[in-house]
């Protein structure tokens, strides 16, 4: 087996995991992998081809490259220090409550860190919900007033 074994000319959410390090010899995170795969798989057959591959490999360099900049200890992991600074960065405020949710959803070994595609996951998870609700928030108040049937339409209908 290895990349593209089982789809000639396509790579499956499967052989991208195979292929991906996450710098703790431990298997890339597949809802990280299948996430990727998803916004970068143009035809929605769950694969990608060679040119969404580029893009992808792209994509996971400029992360890669991110990260490191954010693990100031150079550990290859992200604390909550590590992880406030990156997502402030990016231009979000949010609590230190907040980030501590954060860090026991993606803190996947327990060590109070966070791995590289977990990371990932995590960045584009907030930039996702983000938009999602900025598209409600149209006083751009940082409010907005739903229905619960709403909440779970945007959570549902939010591509993650």
Known sequence: SGINAEYGGYISVNELQAALSNGT?????????????????RDGNGTINFQEFGEL???????QNTFRYYD????????QAELQTAITSFGYNLSPRFYST???KFDRAGNKTITFDDFIQCCVLIQTLS???QRKDTSRSGRIT??????????FSTKV
């Open 102 to 104: 954060l860090m026991r």
């Open 72 to 79: 100031r200890d150079n550990s290859g992991s992200i604390d």
């Open 25 to 41: 010899w431990q298997p890339f995170n597949p809802e990280t992998v299948r996430l990727m795969i998803s916004m970068f798989d």
């Open 131 to 133: 938009v999602a609700f």
């Open 57 to 63: 490999w792209k994509y996971i360099n400029d992360w």
């Open 146 to 155: 739903i229905t619960y049937e709403e909440f779970m339409d945007l959570v």
